[in-house]
């Protein structure tokens, strides 16, 4: 079901990328140059979409392709892989930021209209021609931080018209953009405001007219499900993720960001491809994903945005035997940024991830947690999605952080301008 | 003795900016739109690099000038003056940065060679040229995060040639880099470990060899003095700032990083420009710099870079009649970031700024932490050093944090491209 060359891009043209300073392939137990498996003075070829071949740039001075870049000693790694957005959606809530720094309230803000249904309003009232506009612009940032496949959720229409818009300004991109799209339904994200006192009416049309419809549309590859307090029980949570593996979708899930609301084990028991924000997971919690192969992702700019300074315990999920991506829930209200490596230096910062595992993180583990195959590694048979840092050591662009480092992106074997 | 206008940019071109959508001209007391003085559907002309009109759009029409600039309704505001930093070095320490990720001290860290005076070792060892080389980059990286002036110190030479060279390196940027540039002798930074036993034979080098001769230097218009139990005492600090003085030289000083230190109150004692740090300062040291007009720095992400969750009490400062400017803190070991907008972000969301304070804190007070007129506010006669943000709200580049929204850097009326 899942792609494995999209259509927006020339797959025909081959390109040979010369003179690599240092090729970070992130594959495991290369025994060339450490974790992340780093080929020194390298050169890439790319056909048809894939990674033809891989060697050193002696090796490459008598070959040819159509297009061939000498990047001077610039570090390569896989484009980065952003696993987790609320990329489509109306309006901005900078106005909100600002009366937040005046010392406004959650809940003053949402009683003068603010707040994620401020969102929903303004997506509701969007033609899927305003949402394709914006959210192309965006795709367009996210390209240009290096991102080259990107989920995007639905969630802020909350009735099955706006569901369906976003969903196809999801496919809308998915079919005319560069970025490497794929689509998820979380109908069920909060409850709507017309339904709080009725919440399993709204949880039937999640179920039997929104999930059917939605689930058709081939770039709309999984479901995911906001568990807390404020949002969906665990029970509620499990009947529509059971909905939707019924209908081929894979499962995300939105846990444990304000307490520990027993979302891990139902990933594990869902076998759910990720469970994301982790905040306040439990130590069982975290066995119960290692043991199910329940990709961890940690959303770090959600806690700094939000400014409570309480991030998730990765140390404690690496001990638990966990695997960790790293995303940026992109969305307009708690983490409007796309700097994906500016949130993996909050990993390492702020969260005390390893250089190396941040990395990962934003690559070859983000891939794992889309259940996609053929990314996030530069090895030969993969896609041509490569990035070109501006620097000597794949370290430097987490150590200057908020800097975009990156001099070139190329998707599918296509240098990108955006 | 400061400079009101630089001569690396073309002084004698005109330019007319129409069809401004937001005129953010930082000015107290302007009762168009509120406290940043917001002037909507504005235009602003700059003859002679300085600032010489400011109407509206339709006043503009039929105005001309050697170049005419259609922004089509952008943000505007004063550019960017970032008051504190550590830009001439030699060198890059991320390697320092993936092992303190991976859990090493700092203290092993120096013991193996890292830290600070592996920093002092590389710039001692490079030329004149490659320091000028490598800060001249580093320059170009600071106008595309729409710095338009820069404090830069000394203070990883600590021995006279070095801190000679460091003071040239400052002047060869201040001479020939379209970056407004203000030199600052640091040699009272640490003690230098071959004086560890004999600090007093430091401190006078520092004061009857490099003192006098750097104070020579027509770029170099400050002193700065880093007073901590790691560094300098009261005292010491005292007699170098005095030093100084006599020869001329604004004082700066780093106080209360790690503790209080009491540096706030000599401060206030020498009439510094400002005090810089402030992450323990007490209330009685705030009180002594509001009456004494220092100018409070913090230094976002010095505490967000390090990783220790603490910061500097922004509130209690305002409460205290404080003005506090934000500053980068650019420095290859605890804050190797040029991204002067993100520290402003970072100011918002981890120390509680509200957005208003946190733009005059890099533009207007930042102007004042450096004693310079004629800068940080967009009015007739000021410089003409103008920043272009794509976007219709000038929150937005905070809200959108780690996102560059700049898109174009005018310095003395000129455009520049980096």
Redesign the interface.
Known sequence: MLKYLGSRVDMNKSLLIKNIGRLVTMEEGDDRDGKLGVILDAAVQIEEGKISWIGTSSESVNMNADDVIDIGGQVVMPGLIDCHTHLVHAG????E??LR??GKSYKEIAEAGGGIMSTVRSTREASLEDLYDEVSKRAD?AIR?GITTMEIKTGYGLDLATEIKMADAIGELDSSHPLEVYGTFLGAHIVPAEYKSRRSEYIDIVVSQMLPQIAKKEWITSCDVFIEDIAYSIDEARSIARAAKDLGLAIHLHVDQFGDGGGAKLAAELGALSADHLDHTSKKGMKLMAEGGVIGVVLPGAS????G?HYPDVRKMFENGMKVAIATDYNPGTT????LM?NASIA???M?????E?LLGITRTAAEALGLAYRGVVAEGMRGDLIVLDCT?E??P???????MISQVIIGGNAINT
Chains 1, 2 share one sequence.
């Open positions: 901005s809530r900078e106005d930021f600002n720094s005046q940032e931080n700094f945005f939000t400014g300074g409007p940024s796309l700097n500016l390492v910062t702020q005390g991830m390893t250089c190396d941040a050591d370290y430097y987490l150590y200057r952080y908020g800097e975009n």
